[in-house]
C-alpha cells in the first residue's frame, strides 16, 4: 500500500494462466474499457480475470479449477487498486483446488477482507438470474449491495447466521430451552440486518425504477420488500409462539434467512409479464442504480463488467444503456464483438483480443 495519488479504481491488472488468455496485462481507463475480439477470442475470460481479482472466484464455472488455461497447474490475477487515497496492491491464486489471496504482501483469510476494495457487479446473460432465481439469489445481492455501503453488517449478519445456526441446532436435538436461549440474540441481530437492507432497497430500489421507466414507459413498475417475518411483530415474539412447530421442522422459519424481494410489473412479477430483452433492461436499470449508491456511499470505486451487451438489446436501447454507463460513476469493462455495435460516446480506452492476446489499440 502505498500513499499515491490519482484516480480511484483498477489502475492495472495482470494475469497468468487464465482460461483463454495467454499471459498479458492491461492499465485501465478510470471510466470505460472495451474489450472487442471475434467470438471465443477471449473477451468473457478477461472479465472472469477481473472478478476472479474482485471475488476470488470465477463468474460462469462454479468449479474454480476450470478458471486455470488447459495444461497449466495454477491461475494467477495481480492488479493494482488505487481507493481511499492509497494503491493496494492485490494478488489471488489458483491451484490444486486452493485459492489464495494477497492484499498488500499479506495473505488474507476471509474473503471480505479484500473483497470490500473492488465493489463489483456483472451484467450478462445471466444477470436476468436477479429476477428469475428463487430469493436466494436476490439476498446474496442485498448482501453484496449493503456490505459495500455499511460496514458494521458484516459483522451483524454473521452474528445473525450464528445464532440461526445454534438455534437450528437445538431445534434439530429437540433442545427446547437451548433454542429459546439463542432467540434474543437471533431477533437483535435480525432487527439490525433488517434495518440496514431497508435503508439499502429504499436508496437504490426507487432510482433503478426511475431508469427503468424511461426504457420500460409501458409497464408500472414497482417493488416490494419482505423482512422475512410477519410485518409489524417482534421477531423474537413470533420465534416464541412458533417453537412448538419449529421444534417439529427442525429448523427456524422466521427471520432475515427468509427475506425476499421483488419487482412487479403492472402488479405481477415482472418476469412473467417482461419481455426477455426488458426485463434484461430491467436488471440493468438495477445494477447502474446500485452502482450510483456505491459510488456515493462508499470509498471505494464500483467495477461493472458488462458481457456480450447486443444480446437481447435492440440498438435504441443499447446505445441509451451505453451513454447510462458513460453517466455513471462506475469503472465500466465492456465486451464487443463489432465496436460499431457500441455506439460509445465520450471517451474510452479500447482493446483488441484475438486468440487469448489483449492488446490496447486506443480506439
Ligand atoms: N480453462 C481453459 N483453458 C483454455 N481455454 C479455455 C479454457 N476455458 C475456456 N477456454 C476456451 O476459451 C474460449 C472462450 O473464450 P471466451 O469465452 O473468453 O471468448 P469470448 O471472446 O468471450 O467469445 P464470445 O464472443 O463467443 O462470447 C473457448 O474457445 C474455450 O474453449
Known amino acids: 500500500m502505498d500513499g499515491s495519488g490519482g484516480v480511484d ?42 472478478h476472479f481479482l474482485a471475488r476470488s472466484r470465477s463468474f460462469i464455472t462454479h468449479r474454480t479449477a476450470r478458471l486455470i488455461r488447459s495444461g497449466e497447474s495454477e491461475a494467477l490475477v495481480s492488479g493494482r487498486v488505487q481507493a481511499g487515497g492509497q494503491l493496494h496492491r492485490l494478488g489471488v491464486q489458483h491451484r490444486s483446488g486452493e485459492t489464495r489471496v494477497r492484499l498488500n504482501g499479506r495473505d488474507v483469510t476471509a474473503l471480505s477482507e479484500s473483497a470490500w476494495l473492488l465493489p463489483l457487479q456483472v451484467l450478462n446473460t445471466e444477470a436476468q438470474r436477479l429476477l428469475t432465481d428463487g430469493p436466494a439469489t436476490r439476498r446474496a445481492f ?16 454473521r452474528r445473525y447466521q450464528r445464532a440461526l445456526r445454534q438455534r437450528n441446532v437445538a431445534l434439530r436435538a429437540g433442545d427446547r430451552r437451548l433454542a429459546q436461549a439463542w432467540e434474543p440474540e437471533m431477533a437483535a441481530a435480525a ?37 422475512g417475518w410477519r410485518a409489524g411483530e417482534a421477531l423474537d415474539a413470533i420465534l416464541a409462539a412458533s417453537r412448538d412447530q419449529e ?26 409479464y417482461l419481455s426477455r430483452g426488458q426485463q434484461k433492461l430491467l436488471v440493468a436499470a438495477i445494477k447502474v442504480a446500485l452502482a450510483d449508491h456505491w459510488t456515493a456511499q462508499a470509498t471505494q ?46 471517451h474510452a480506452r479500447w482493446f483488441h483480443v484475438e486468440q487469448g492476446r489483449v492488446e490496447a489499440t486506443g480506439g
Open 142 to 157: 442485498l448482501n453484496w449491495g449493503v456490505f459495500h455501503v455499511e460496514p458494521a453488517y458484516r459483522e451483524e449478519w
Open 247 to 272: 421444534l417439529a421442522q427442525g429448523f427456524s422459519l422466521h427471520g432475515p434467512h427468509r427475506a425476499e424481494f421483488r419487482v412487479t410489473a403492472d402488479g405481477v412479477e415482472a418476469t412473467s
Open 301 to 346: 470505486r464500483p467495477l461493472l463488467l458488462v458481457d456480450d451487451l447486443p444480446a437481447e438489446l435492440d440498438r435504441s436501447h443499447r446505445a441509451d444503456l451505453v451513454r447510462r454507463l458513460e453517466a455513471g460513476g462506475a469503472q465500466v469493462f465492456l465486451t464487443a464483438i463489432e465496436g460499431d455495435l457500441l455506439p460509445v460516446g465520450g
Open 191 to 227: 432487527t439490525a440486518v433488517d434495518a440496514r437492507r431497508q435503508r439499502f432497497l429504499q436508496a437504490v430500489l426507487p432510482n433503478a425504477l426511475e431508469i427503468a421507466r424511461q426504457w420500460l414507459p409501458d409497464a408500472t413498475l414497482d417493488w416490494r420488500y419482505r423482512t
Open 9 to 50: 479504481g483498477l489502475t492495472h491488472c495482470r494475469w497468468q494462466a487464465v482460461r483463454h488468455l495467454v499471459a498479458g496485462s492491461i492499465d485501465p481507463d478510470p471510466r470505460l474499457n472495451i474489450f472487442q475480439g471475434a467470438n471465443a477470442a477471449g473477451k468473457t475470460s478477461l472479465l472472469e480475470a477481473i
